[in-house]
């Protein structure tokens, strides 16, 4: 019996409520994490810029690189990486009310000089909340106050010139960093009213200090200090120009890790005219973004639905993973959730084949029995998308409500790899269990309204929003034709695109309507882009979410622009799944006709 079961009636509070890990305590991020194999790869000295969509687990990931968070993960390199203290890591926030003020000031050398106040504000509190966890470990309460009054008066000396004042605890001194932030007057800025290494270069606060903790510390090697600067898409360009001259510059043992969406890091030029840096000599990227098939994916999953059952059950819940709480059909493969819904007399192979034979266009029908594999040309190839075919013909009829869009795969995919969606779907299969058990049609029900959710807010996305939804909507109309044709062919539409359509595409890829390769989100959108829509279109669109590679297409101006307005009005379709869309099999399908 899957744990859902046990749910019903339940009023408790939702354990998947939240998903937003910004405004989480840092107990609830150390509870949650898993170290995904990209995580221990961070703790070097270069500069590095986390590219990943909304929701991906960019803040987990640099929350977690802290000093004081990293002691508490349950593995060997982290016990190696506290011992050692060879890179000690400061979290640093660019929270959109820390930056929107900056874009009201029109003078670029004042913006410049506010954005390093600020930083070097938030960083100076940053590197306090380590040094605190540092002492924690010491043993000696005497040596520990000791230690600690000589690292708040040295900080205090070298940050405000003030070797006079009785302050003796970071409490204090974060309550005097405080008040000059706080009281920072946006119209009216008096730089003279702040100590000038806050008004120098971003990182002062920690480059003027780290040889005196280093020194007080009793510190055997000099350490790398890694400076996670999170939220990054929220940055303007001179900010960003700020950041390039800390990649530009000598390092002084100081590795900033940049997480931001991809194409929000929108120029490579400095404060210093006519220098610029370039990837792989000052910085390099690196892609946060997991596959939804993953076995970090995975694994992240089945923790956080533990994890978060657990929390809200007896620990004895025996609900260890997603599979646990959702149940299972057969395999969790397209022919399971097939053959319950048409029967058995209907599901067996040679039907099966003999049926999609049946569906071909006339010549590929005709040449079929001279194929060398039938299994693998034909059932293999295309049994996801006759099972698809064949579930949306009967869901079409009256209110039958069959149960395709379900299990724990499909879940997964419908996440697109990306945490925060995952927690947001397991968010409405939980209230769905609180009134009922969660039947494959459950849960094909919440998975289709989360899904056509997903789509319908497209809209909403920044500027470029409405242009997204719009073209998104009629590329998925299209394949949408193709697939539910009269004949059973493979899905996949040309799908490149003009210079005027990449800002929406843009969008589109950072908030996983539109998912893209490692390469692009690296370089920028081309005309050989890989580009394939997001589960969510292919299950509100019932279009096959197939797992392939995609390959580049040459022309979008081939598709013209009816791929985006559809002429007239849609006939309203009931849109109802399955393998990652790919948008592009035509091309491959011809390729092998020939």
Known sequence: MPFSDKIKGYTGQNPFSDSQARNFSDEKVTSEFLPISLF????????????????????????????????????SRAAELVKKKEFIALYVPMHLEFVAPLNGINSEKMQILLFQVLFNCLLANSVMVELNSMLEEVDDVIEKARKRVSLVKKLNNIWFGDDQSEICD????????????????????????????????????LLSVKNSISHILEFKTEPTWIICIDEAEFLNEICQKCINNIFRSDSNRIALKVATLPFYHKTLTTLEEGISV???????????????????????????????INSRFEKD??????????????????IDYYREIVKDDRASYEVIEKEIIKSFPEKRRENAPNYSNL??????????????????????????????????????????????????????????????????????????????????????????????????NAISEKLYEKVH???????????????????????????????????????????????MLSCAYAVKYWLPIRGDVPISIPELEDINTNSYAVKGKIKKKNYVDPNQLTIFEVMRDEANKK
């Open 40 to 75: 221990w790869t961070l703790f070097n000295d270069q500069h590095e810029i986390l590219l990943g969509s909304r929701g991906c687990g960019k803040t987990f990931l640099l929350k977690m690189m802290r000093y004081s968070m990293i002691k508490t993960v349950e593995d």
């Open 170 to 205: 970071f409490e204090d001194l974060r309550e005097k960093i405080d008040k000059m932030y706080y009281n920072i007057d946006w119209i009216n800025f008096n730089e003279t009213s702040i100590p000038v290494v806050f008004r120098r270069q971003i990182c002062s606060t």
């Open 278 to 308: 370039s990837d792989g000599n000052d910085f390099s990227y690196k892609i946060v973004d997991m596959d939804y098939s993953s076995n970090d994916f995975i694994r992240l999953t089945d923790k956080l639905c533990r994890h978060r």
């Open 317 to 334: 819940s025996n609900c260890i993973g997603l599979e646990d709480f959702v149940g299972k059909i057969g395999n969790d493969d397209y």
């Open 375 to 472: 299994r693998k040309t034909v059932y293999d190839k295309y049994a996801p998308i006759f099972f698809l075919r064949e579930v949306h013909k009967i869901a079409k009829k009256g209110n039958n409500k069959p149960g395709w869009f379900a299990g724990v795969k499909t879940i997964r995919k419908v996440s697109q790899g990306n945490p925060r969606m995952f927690i947001q779907i397991m968010c409405s299969l939980f209230d769905k269990a609180r009134e009922t058990k969660l039947t494959t049609r459950a849960q094909h029900d919440v998975i289709y309204k989360f899904a056509c959710d997903i789509c319908e807010s497209t809209k909403a996305l920044q500027k470029n929003g409405p242009e997204a939804y719009k073209k998104l």
């Open 485 to 531: 044709g009269i004949n059973l062919v493979t899905g996949g539409l040309n799908f490149t695109v003009s210079d005027g359509s990449y800002e929406w595409l843009k969008v589109a890829i950072a908030y996983s309507r539109v998912i893209t390769d490692d390469e692009t989100k690296r370089r920028g959108i081309s005309k050989s882009s890989k580009l």
